[in-house]
Every structure is written in C-alpha cells, then in structure tokens.
C-alpha cells in the first residue's frame, strides 16, 4: 500500500458529461501529481500542485482541471468528456526535497461511453 | 526535452532465467532514473531508484538497475524470475530541470514460462 488514495476506482460515464476523481496523497506529502494512462498514449503527466500551488503543467487538455485543497487533497476534474478520453489516471505524491520519489495510488479507471 | 525508450515491448522469460529490461533516456541535465513495476489492474509500484552516487542500484524483490552515463542507459536485471514478476515494467526520468515531473518509456510487458 503506497499510502495514496484514489476514488473512485472506476467510473463509467457518458459522452459529454463532467467527472471528478479525488486524491488523497500520504501523510506529510505535499506535492501531489496527477497522470494519464492510455493505450495510445502511455503514461503522461498531466499537472503537478505544490501545497496548494500549481507548480508544472504537461499535457493537460483546457477540458481538464484539478486544484489541492488546504488539507492536501486534490480534485482532477473532466470536462465535456470524449470517448478518447477513456483512461486510467493516477495521482501520486511526494514529499521532502524536488526530484523526491513519487509514489502512485492505484488509480481512477474512467471509461466514456 | 526529455525523453525515455523502452525498446522491448514484450519479452518472454522462462521462471528461473535471468531478465535484463532495457531503458535509454535524454536528459539535460543530472537525471533521476526510476523502475516501476504495475501489475494487471494494479497502481505503479516503485522497484528501484536511481539520484546519485553508486551506479548498481538495488531494489526490492531481487531487482537491480545500472546506470551508465555514457550510453544514457539505466537497465534493469535480475538474475533468477519468480512466476511472479509477471508484469508491466516502466522506466522514468525526471530531476530539477524537469520541476519533479516524470517522463515514462512505453513499458515493458514480461511473460513468465513456467
């Protein structure tokens, strides 16, 4: 168990529609980062917060959105969903120095219809 | 901009023969080199990492990585497969220069024979 919690597990939604998926990362971290899986894409980062703050920014679609809340907790919401949207999305967390280790939760399994 | 290849897509090994998954990054500057492990249905597992210092690494169940500056290489090995290590093996890289963000290779599916 990495200490990060992702829920849900799975969501299945319909075209069009918005979603939020929370993360709850381990106790102490305060960075937390969130990233795509997909089959035609692999794993690519999305948007990193820094206590609070956004820090880095990757291949985040204007669709999609995410914030961290004062307790630590960051919200990734999608917008307007599309079937290619269709993906596994992972947060991780680190904590101590930059370039620290990551460590994932067991991510969101999102499925567009 | 940094860049990470994992050149086999899928390998075979039989249980008890020894594995080498290999990794080629592109980085700018002083890498930080990282092995995940993700099991069907399953998170991102940390195997090993790699920030500085001596360049055989070792990691948890069994796993080593070697980081070779000169090829911009960081493969990962180990000497005798369990049926267990069957899995999705991915490497990364990330570092200062990058803001802490990690670029994945494609991944490496390993099957196990009994």
């Known amino acids: 168990d990495s200490g990060v919690t992702q829920t849900p597990k799975h969501l299945i939604t319909a075209t069009g529609q918005r979603v939020t998926l929370r993360c709850s990362p381990r106790?102490?971290?305060?960075?937390v980062y969130w990233y795509q899986q997909s089959l035609d894409q692999g794993l690519q980062f999305l948007i990193q917060y820094y206590n609070g703050e956004e820090r880095a920014k990757g291949n985040i679609l204007e669709r999609f959105s995410a914030q961290q809340f004062p307790d630590l907790h960051s919200e990734l919401n999608l917008s307007s969903l599309e079937l290619g949207d269709s993906a596994l999305y992972f947060c991780?967390?680190?904590?101590?120095?930059?370039?620290?280790?990551?460590?994932f939760g067991a991510g969101t399994r999102l499925s567009v219809l | 901009a940094q860049s990470v290849t994992q050149p086999d897509i899928h390998i075979t090994v039989s249980e008890g023969a020894s594995l080498e998954l290999r990794c080629n990054y592109s980085?700018?500057?002083?890498?930080?080199l990282f092995w995940y492990v993700q099991s069907p249905g399953q998170g991102l597992q940390l195997l090993l990492k790699?920030?500085?210092?001596?360049?055989l690494v070792q990691g948890i169940k069994g796993f080593e990585a070697e980081f070779k500056r000169s090829q911009s290489s960081f493969n990962l090995r180990k000497p005798s497969v369990h049926w267990s290590d069957a899995a999705e093996y991915f490497c990364?890289?990330?570092?200062?220069?990058?803001?802490?963000?990690?670029?994945f290779g494609g991944g490496t599916r390993v099957l196990v024979k009994p």
């Open positions: 991780a967390s680190s904590g101590g120095p930059p370039g620290g280790i990551q460590y």
């Open positions: 990364a890289v990330g570092g200062l220069a990058a803001g802490n963000k990690l670029t």
């Open positions: 790699y920030f500085s210092g001596d360049t």
């Open positions: 106790s102490g971290d305060l960075s």
């Open positions: 980085y700018g500057a002083t890498p930080y």
